[in-house]
């Protein structure tokens, strides 16, 4: 049973408490078994049975839950810098997407690269989002848009799954864009997802959830019905990108669906934030995309005041949020999103775990859950996500194990 000792400050949430709840313990302990969590309490009165089991010394880091990236598009061919030098010189997305960038530029090169090679890029990724403290991701598809290149992306998701240092959640996302070669006809690429994707990722058990990108640009409230109650019927869960550029009542259609989350809602209205309430859907604010597009960013607070939880995540894609850096989209949640240290933390552990169905398992400390913890370079969860200049991570544990940094 081994034990971390030396633990400046040991900070989290709970899986019933207050999204601004976070308890903490100075010069803390903290003991589990195999891969779940045994003891937690101050190391003074860590009981004698411990005293001679394999230590780690935290050397007073702080120390608080893994940390949850409930939104990503892990895995996409090349990137789109280009299009980033084009955009600070003003052209427009819409211009930029006619000239053959934007999502469907990524659609090409994800199409063109083989399953190892996509698997090779994303090993990288994860280990480099391990160092940031990170031990649970979501990780959509959606840059194959056909039945071929999106199950590529699944299958490379479920070799993912093997690795020690991230536990990875697949979504489906067929209905990101439409591909070029349906252009004129939406109606059969909506009926190519629900005919023969869904039921092969359900038999094939490849994805948990299923997601749809709602929006002028994309898929509208009508079709995003069709794609999810079919998705419910084979037993994946509706996620959703919506109310992201103006109010289309995505959140409304996330509550009336049974969504377990609604992503994005920029733009949400009252009537969305009652209906999320209503039905315990999660909002999951994507700040790096915000600042990344220079769009209105969510006003939290909002969400928060009326009891509806709302997790922090990246939205790492190479369009609008390249970057896998879940600390900085933290800070950017406090200061653009309007939330709390303390609720900024909840929104990428414990709250964060519940827009993936996993909150009974992971996302905070407490005995009987995952030993899943980020080691930090910091005296409080306020000057950590304050000091936003370099990764304060010095270790990593998943499931009880070592997977980043040396103690
Ligand atoms: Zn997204």
Avoid at 35 to 43: K, M, P, R, S, V
Avoid at 115 to 125: A, D, I, Q, T, Y
Avoid at 208 to 218: G, I, L, N, T
């Amino acid at each position: 049973m081994p034990v971390l000792k030396n633990i400046g400050v040991l900070s989290s949430g709970t899986t019933s408490g207050p999204q601004g709840q976070v308890y903490s313990i100075s010069d803390a302990a903290l003991v589990w078994r195999d891969e779940t969590i045994a003891w937690i309490g101050a190391e003074r009165d860590l009981p004698e049975q411990f005293a001679s089991e394999k230590s780690f010394d935290a050397k007073g880091a702080l120390v608080v839950p893994g940390l949850i990236d409930c939104h990503t598009h892990l895995a996409f061919g090349g990137w789109r810098c280009d299009e980033f030098v084009q955009r600070c010189l003003g052209r427009s997305y819409s211009d930029i997407a006619m000239a053959g960038g934007g999502i469907l530029s990524t659609v090409k090169a994800t199409r063109a690269l083989s399953k190892s090679e996509l698997l090779e890029r994303c090993v990288g990724f994860l280990k480099e989002i391990s160092t940031f403290g990170v031990t649970t991701l979501e990780a959509k598809s959606g840059y194959g848009l056909d039945v071929a290149s999106e199950i590529k992306i699944l299958e490379v998701y479920r070799e993912l799954q093997k690795r020690p240092e991230i536990q990875l959640m697949p979504t489906l996302l067929a209905a990101h864009a439409i591909p070029t070669e349906f252009k004129s006809k939406r109606g059969k690429y909506i009926a190519l997802i629900v005919d023969e994707l869904l039921p092969r990722v359900a038999a094939e058990r490849l994805a948990v959830f299923c997601d749809v990108f709602v929006d002028a640009v994309a898929f509208s409230n009508d079709e995003a019905r069709i794609i999810l109650q079919a998705a419910n019927k084979v037993g994946l869960r509706a996620k959703l990108h919506v109310d992201q550029l103006a109010d289309t009542g995505g959140a409304s259609l996330a509550a009336e669906l049974g969504a377990i989350s609604a992503d994005h809602l920029e733009f949400i209205s009252d009537m969305g934030i009652q209906a999320l309430r209503q039905k315990g859907v999660v909002a999951v604010s994507l700040p790096l995309a915000s600042l990344f597009t220079r769009q209105s960013p969510l006003d939290a607070r909002r969400l928060l005041e009326q009891g509806v939880p709302v997790a922090v995540a990246t939205d790492f894609n190479p369009g609008s949020a390249p970057s896998f850096n879940l600390p900085l989209a933290m800070m950017l949640a406090c200061t653009m999103n309007r939330m709390s240290p303390a609720e900024v933390l909840n929104g990428a552990t414990i709250v964060a775990a519940r827009a993936l169905g996993l909150h009974a398992d992971i996302g905070s400390i407490e005995v009987g859950k995952r030993a899943d913890l980020a080691l930090l370079s910091a005296s409080s969860v306020d000057q950590w996500l304050y000091n936003f200049g370099s990764n304060a991570c010095r270790a990593t544990f998943k499931n009880g194990s070592l997977v980043y940094g040396a103690l």
